[in-house]
């Protein structure tokens, strides 16, 4: 019994000179203030995120991607972030990613991108690089497949009934002389199966 009460004072003589030298550290240490400092804020701006933490950063979209025999169009829902893009921007950027997926073949261009996504008045308005135009080897019916891989990915949020695809800011007759394009698309229902 005795020995052991003389190891319990020995290691709490260690553990009390451990904690004064820390405590005699941390006087002589001009960072601990901003340490105290910086704890306050984050938690502080913790406070302030925990309202914002309410909106989604994710969401569930579906894009569409053309089947490999080319009779139509395959929906496959993607998980997108929404915390850098608009939820329009997110499902094309996804769509633009292309699909590994049995049955399915990605028909856009891969040096194409997307410069932007507006919609007003129930119209999204998608703008690519020229590249989905010059990239573009299609013929009517891969001319159709990307047109509508565009289109039903876009009216699929029910806000949106009509989609008008730009190349470069600039509204283009047609991709390879096939589809007209000069006005806003209604969704291509007829390549959903």
């Given at each position: 019994m005795?020995i052991?009460?003389?190891?319990?004072?020995?290691?709490?003589?260690?553990?009390?000179?451990?904690?004064?030298?820390?405590?005699?550290?941390?006087?002589?240490?001009?960072?601990k203030?901003?340490?105290?400092?910086?704890?306050?804020?984050?938690?502080?701006?913790?406070?302030?995120?925990?309202?914002?933490a309410?909106?989604?950063?994710?969401?569930?979209?579906?894009?569409?991607?053309?089947?490999?025999?080319?009779t139509?169009?395959?929906?496959?829902?993607?998980?997108v972030?929404?915390?850098?893009?608009?939820?329009?921007?997110?499902?094309?950027?996804?769509?633009?990613?292309?699909?590994k997926?049995?049955?399915?073949?990605?028909v856009?261009?891969?040096?194409?991108?997307?410069?932007?996504?507006?919609?007003?008045?129930?119209?999204?308005t998608?703008?690519?690089?020229?590249e989905?135009?010059?990239?573009?080897?299609?013929?009517?019916?891969?001319?159709?497949?990307?047109?509508?891989?565009?289109?039903?990915?876009?009216?699929?949020?029910?806000?949106?009934?009509?989609?008008?695809?730009?190349?470069?800011?600039?509204?283009?007759?047609?991709?390879?002389?096939?589809?007209?394009?000069?006005?806003?698309?209604?969704?291509?229902?007829?390549l959903?199966?």
């Amino acid at each position: 019994m005795l020995i052991q009460m003389k190891r319990m004072t020995s290691i709490a003589a260690v553990l009390a000179a451990a904690a004064m030298l820390a405590l005699a550290a941390g006087c002589g240490d001009a960072q601990k203030p901003a340490q105290k400092d910086s704890t306050v804020q984050t938690e502080q701006t913790q406070e302030k995120e925990k309202p914002a933490a309410l909106t989604p950063k994710e969401m569930q979209v579906n894009v569409y991607y053309p089947r490999n025999d080319g009779t139509g169009l395959i929906a496959v829902t993607r998980t997108v972030n929404i915390e850098k893009d608009d939820k329009y921007t997110a499902a094309l950027k996804s769509l633009l990613t292309g699909t590994k997926e049995k049955g399915q073949t990605t028909v856009i261009p891969k040096k194409a991108k997307l410069r932007s996504v507006t919609v007003k008045n129930g119209v999204a308005t998608a703008d690519f690089s020229k590249e989905l135009e010059q990239n573009f080897s299609g013929g009517s019916t891969g001319e159709e497949m990307l047109v509508g891989s565009i289109v039903n990915t876009l009216t699929d949020f029910p806000e949106v009934q009509k989609v008008q695809i730009l190349i470069e800011g600039a509204s283009v007759e047609t991709l390879s002389g096939h589809m007209d394009l000069s006005e806003p698309l209604t969704r291509m229902t007829e390549l959903l199966h």
